[in-house]
């Protein structure tokens, strides 16, 4: 790895389809944004020959503005694959948005690769969300390397930024976090600054030189080899270290030379494992040039040091009745399973679907089963359709290569899936299977809207669909309570994203309107009310009166009638429409129009006639008792609270604690939780909450995450009532 430049013809270029799992590899680069995953990618393309020259796409003898592939990411906040060759691997590189909002578009990518690349800006450190990631990785296991970009910035630090990383990445073991290069420094120019020209080569000794856009080799100079032998004897002793030759530690210890391809041996697969994780850098290629810094040395290592999908364990898998079904791993002729891992709309083809093959072989114009479920809380419905698929083919940038065929283990885009949703599953149509969904992060920020005129109302439905069948992140919510449609979104980039689809894509202008919380109202104490509905005209008359008494009930009880009257004073058969009157009006609400809940309506009394009383009558007599009971009872306005649960870094918790008691929120406990972090436990009243998710990124710079479920209604203190009050009187 790294001993050689993989620079002879055939060796590289534009991926088509693999005919073997064994010469695939996908890898996901991950990053926050800023830190030239894009950028690296470009590079990439460029040294695997998938570009002629730095700006430009090669495509079969023609060629196209290379930066379409920045414009089909929409400005880095979507996932996007482009394909590569290397030495005979076909390598699919995802590159995933930067930006929090987009959190769904990161998990798409990593549930599509068997890799990781962490791509951290030396000018710029490790934030706080990429750590996170790389907990992700860790916890199933997902190998990773570590990419250090802006090796050019004026106070760029290759060895500091190697420090950092292993302090953040290595957790019990900073010294599985080791670089496998050394930047090589050119002369210094005026302003002190010695750029980097190329890379040494730690385990082969050798020198890499950058400087006139092709990669070539030399041996170190003597001054240079102290340097180069303390490194090296800290990359040797960590490999050791995470070998699985037991007796090899003590053979290097007792003065053995250790053979340079065994090392290299127990390197790759200690990274295909996940226990090693190399630092590498890497910058872009400068104008004419044919390579850029470290990507010959990355894409080695990707297609030698990173697992085969072979070795990857597929998601769990049931038929579409949830019994377990076992499956090879990755077996090009096993049954059907592949996963929609995103969607998106293209202006002239319609839906294009990226997918993930996880065993059998997915070939044009056949028919599939499409299976999506478990996501009926966020607007999408349940569905199981059969689909014709329509072209398969790989994308560059706006190009697409049309494919014949995609094996397990390999990624495609499949055009005209009408029904697919990112998420959903393609299995054989009369073999039916349904794929364990990947966890999916919950949308707390609400954005209610409204279409903006009648033309858009007729389209907005389609179109929410449309939105939410592309984003599994985002949430549709027709809320009966509020009669709002909200779209819950990760932070407010991802809702200016939606908005923006909405009115470019599918034609829909909406309007944002304030957010509203389902508040309720109930009786403070017991109140009495009589309602008379009496009404005399040509004809038939009107005359119904009846007395109740109301009384407040704990909170979740609802509303109870019960009938008390005696001596037929209301005839039994009004007595229903007495309760339907009333609990139409607690429904419409007796103070600031909010439902009225947790009561008990006792009727007392009434009067009726022989000739004059109706269904009607009692029922308008009921609703104008209760308004009588209200209006001589102190009621009470309901807010919702939620229970929040808070995982936020010890050095944010104190912030955290007094913004939530700025919220009005009652801290019910806290827990330590490893990796120096803290979960707060409290209840907040939802109108306080609205905008948390975009608070709480803020206040705790990125590093915190928040989950809110629904605890109860309750009494609102009586001056943010009466705000409240005021607010829907002035509205």
Same mark, same amino acid.
């Given at each position: ?296 040395? #990355? ?75 478990? #996501? ?125 689809? #909405? ?99 006792? #009727? ?128």
């Amino acid at each position: 790895m790294g001993d050689k430049a993989n620079a002879h013809p055939g060796a590289a270029g534009r991926a088509t389809a693999a005919d073997h799992p064994a010469s695939v590899r996908n890898v996901v680069l991950v990053g926050h944004c800023g830190s030239g995953k894009t950028t690296l990618v470009e590079a990439l393309a460029l040294t695997a020959r998938a570009v002629n020259r730095a700006g430009r796409v090669e495509d079969g003898g023609t060629v196209s503005d290379y930066d379409e592939i920045e414009h089909r990411q929409q400005r880095s906040v979507q996932l996007s694959l482009v394909p590569v060759e290397w030495d005979g691997i076909k390598v699919n590189v995802l590159d995933t948005p930067g930006y929090a909002d987009f959190v769904g578009e990161l998990r798409a990518g990593l549930r599509a690769a068997d890799a990781a690349l962490f791509v951290v800006s030396a000018s710029d450190g490790v934030d706080g969300s990429t750590r996170m990631v790389w907990e992700e990785c860790a916890a199933v296991g997902m190998p990773r390397a570590i990419v250090v970009t802006h090796l050019e910035a004026a106070r760029a630090d290759f060895e500091e930024m190697t420090r950092i990383c292993a302090e953040a990445f290595g957790g019990d073991d900073p010294d599985a976090v080791i670089p496998l290069y050394l930047p090589l420094h050119g002369p210094e120019g005026p302003d002190g600054h010695a750029p980097v020209t190329g890379l040494i080569g730690l385990l082969s000794r050798t020198l890499f030189d950058y400087s006139t856009g092709e990669r070539k080799e030399s041996e170190p100079g003597e001054d240079q080899l102290p340097d180069i032998e303390e490194a090296r004897n800290r990359l040797i002793e960590g490999i050791i270290a995470e070998s699985e030759d037991e007796t090899l530690m003590d053979r290097y210890l007792g003065g053995e030379q250790i053979d340079v391809k065994t090392l290299i041996g127990d390197l790759e697969r200690a990274v295909a494992r996940g226990t090693f994780f190399p630092v590498l850098a890497a910058a872009p290629a400068t104008e004419g040039a044919r390579q850029g810094l470290g990507t010959v040395e #990355l894409l080695e290592l990707v297609t030698r040091g990173f697992p085969t999908p072979l070795e990857r364990a597929a998601p769990r898998v049931t038929t579409v009745d949830g019994e377990p079904r076992e499956l090879s791993p990755c077996d090009p002729d096993g049954p059907l399973v592949a996963e929609v891992v995103k969607t998106s709309s293209d202006p002239y083809v319609g839906r294009v679907s990226l997918v993930r093959v996880f065993s059998g072989t997915l070939r044009p114009d056949e028919t599939v089963h499409v299976s999506g479920h478990g #996501l009926a809380d966020r607007g999408h419905e349940d569905h199981d359709v059969d689909e014709r698929v329509g072209a398969l083919s790989a994308p560059f940038g706006k190009q697409q290569r049309s494919l014949t065929h995609c094996i397990a283990g390999d990624l495609a885009c499949v055009a005209k899936l009408g029904r697919a949703e990112t998420g959903d599953t393609l299995s054989a149509k009369d073999d039916p299977l349904l794929m364990e969904p990947w966890q999916m992060p919950d949308p707390l920020l609400p954005l209610a809207i409204q279409a903006h005129s009648k033309a858009d109302e007729d389209k907005l439905s389609q179109g929410l669909n449309r939105l939410v069948a592309e984003d599994p992140t985002m949430r549709l919510e027709q809320n009966q309570h509020t009669h709002q449609v909200v779209l819950w979104c990760l932070g407010e980039a991802h809702s200016d994203v939606a908005l923006e689809r #909405l009115r470019s894509r599918y034609g829909v202008q909406v309007d944002v309107v304030p957010h509203r919380v389902p508040l309720r109202e109930t009786f403070a104490a017991k109140s009495s009310g009589r309602g008379r509905h009496v009404k005399q005209s040509g004809g038939h008359g009107q005359y119904a009166v009846c007395e109740i008494e109301v009384e407040p009930l704990p909170g979740g009880a609802g509303i109870e009638f019960v009938d008390k009257v005696v001596g037929g004073a209301v005839p039994r058969q009004f007595i229903p429409s007495v309760e339907k009157g009333v609990r139409a009006q607690a429904g419409r609400g007796v103070a600031a129009g909010h439902p009225l809940v947790d009561v008990r309506i006792t #009727l007392l009394d009434g009067k009726a006639h022989s000739v004059d009383s109706s269904d009607a009558a009692f029922q308008t007599a009921g609703a104008l008792a209760l308004r009588e009971a209200a209006a001589e009872a102190r009621i009470h306005l309901l807010e919702p609270v939620a229970e929040v649960t808070v995982l936020v870094g010890d050095a944010y918790v104190g912030a955290v604690m007094s913004d939530l008691s700025g919220r009005r929120g009652r801290v019910l406990g806290t827990e330590q939780t490893s990796g120096g972090r803290t979960l707060i436990r409290a209840e907040v009243p939802e109108i306080e909450i609205g905008r948390y998710a975009v608070d709480l990124r803020s206040l705790s710079h990125g590093t915190a995450r928040f989950e809110r479920t629904y605890a109860r209604h309750e009494p609102m203190p009586a001056q943010v009532a009466e705000k409240v009050r005021q607010q829907t009187q002035g509205g």
